[in-house]
């Protein structure tokens, strides 16, 4: 069985959640459809023509990426331009272009958590925080005797999660009566009859990312022709995410060491470096792509060093004054992404019983030649 386009992206966006992206993000969908069976899913940090080729070469119907293909408005669509050639080979291959960006960086056990966690950063805390997570509150009536299928699979699939609890839930039980019109096809009764059936009111909550894929698993388990459920939202709030991380490393080393520690653990050959190369560092701070803006804010949250990429000339002027050391791994750093998402949704796909490939992209999109 392949997993279905929208089944797909309703797992990215488990992990990535639209509504974590930054406003005026250019996410989601941007070529193509998703209305059609998945047998391959490629995930590329940037959609190049050379990614495209490969993509084309190994029989992908979808790519996953974390950079825009589509930037910038478009005027027009010459497919005797670079660009143009990229998006003619993929709407003539039938390949559909999804990117997850800043809601992949800012989310929980996205982009940062993984650079966190490879650069050795202990215990991680945002740098900047820019979003509280909706919650609602599901509440459905579930016959006694289908009870324990539906709320197993709303919780499985996400719903119930409450700080470091997950499958929180209510249930009460009572009775509902209902009366099946003419043209019905009622699971218990008859039409015309009105009905007192032993029901169970189940409530749980349902952070806003997964609320279609909580309720599709409602409908799809409970077994009236009408299901009735109500999502309120909630003043409780959910999780805060934010741009960044940055904690105390498993163990303190010299800037130099550090550096080392970066090139590897991100598979760069260079990093640039601002700061003495024996001065000790305790506490570092990541924000992948281009993070030199929220050097304050690394700041103020106690890191000795800030390990990001772009940073420009007068902000490490700025970091050298201010005593803060920088590392620049530069952009293509975030190509750590290839592997964790490709890994993660593939996963996913097979609890589904999925037969859907997930690969990472082999091509190295690093523009930079370093000599």
């Known amino acids: 069985m392949l997993a279905k386009g929208q089944t797909v992206i309703q797992h990215m966006e488990q992990l990535a959640p639209k509504s974590a992206a930054e406003p005026d993000d250019r996410i989601g969908l941007q070529l193509g459809s998703l209305n059609k069976e998945i047998s391959h899913v490629l995930i590329a940090l940037d959609v190049t023509e050379e990614v495209v080729d490969e ?23 010459q497919t005797d331009t670079p660009m143009g050639r990229i998006y003619e080979k993929l709407i003539k291959h039938d390949i559909a272009v999804y990117i997850s960006h800043t809601n992949l960086d800012i989310t929980e056990g996205g982009m940062n958590d993984w650079m966190a966690e490879a650069l050795g950063i202990q215990n991680p805390v945002s740098i900047h925080e820019v979003h509280t997570e909706t919650l609602y509150k599901l509440v459905t009536f579930v016959p006694k005797s289908h009870h324990q299928e539906v709320l197993d699979a709303v919780l499985n699939a996400g719903a119930g999660h409450l700080g470091q609890y997950s499958h929180c839930s209510f249930n009460t039980e009572g009775f509902g009566t209902f009366m099946p019109l003419a043209d019905s096809s009622p699971f218990i009764g008859a039409p015309g009859k009105l009905e007192r059936v032993d029901e169970v009111r189940v409530e749980t909550i349902v952070p806003d990312g997964i609320r279609k894929k909580v309720v599709q698993a409602l409908l799809k388990h409970h077994p009236y022709e009408e299901v009735a459920y109500d999502l309120y939202p909630l003043e409780l709030k959910g999780r805060t995410l934010g741009l960044g991380r940055t904690g105390k490393l498993r163990q303190e080393m010299t800037l130099e060491d550090f550096a080392e520690v970066v090139k590897q653990q991100l598979d760069v050959p260079h990093v640039r470096v601002v700061g003495k190369p024996g001065r000790v560092i305790r506490k570092a701070a990541v924000i992948g792509g281009s993070g030199g803006k929220f050097m304050h804010a690394a700041m103020f949250k106690g890191a000795d060093v800030l390990v990001t990429g772009d940073v420009d000339y007068h902000t490490a002027l700025d970091a050298l004054a201010a005593g803060l050391c920088l590392i620049d791994p530069g952009h293509n750093a975030e190509k750590i992404m290839k592997e964790k998402v490709a890994l993660w949704l593939s996963e996913k796909l097979k609890q589904q019983g999925a037969a859907t490939k997930v690969t990472a992209s082999r091509i190295n999109t690093e523009p930079f030649r370093f000599m």
């Open 55 to 77: 993509a084309v070469a190994a029989g992908v119907d979808l790519i996953i990426a974390h950079h825009a293909i589509i930037y910038r408005p478009l005027k027009g669509l």
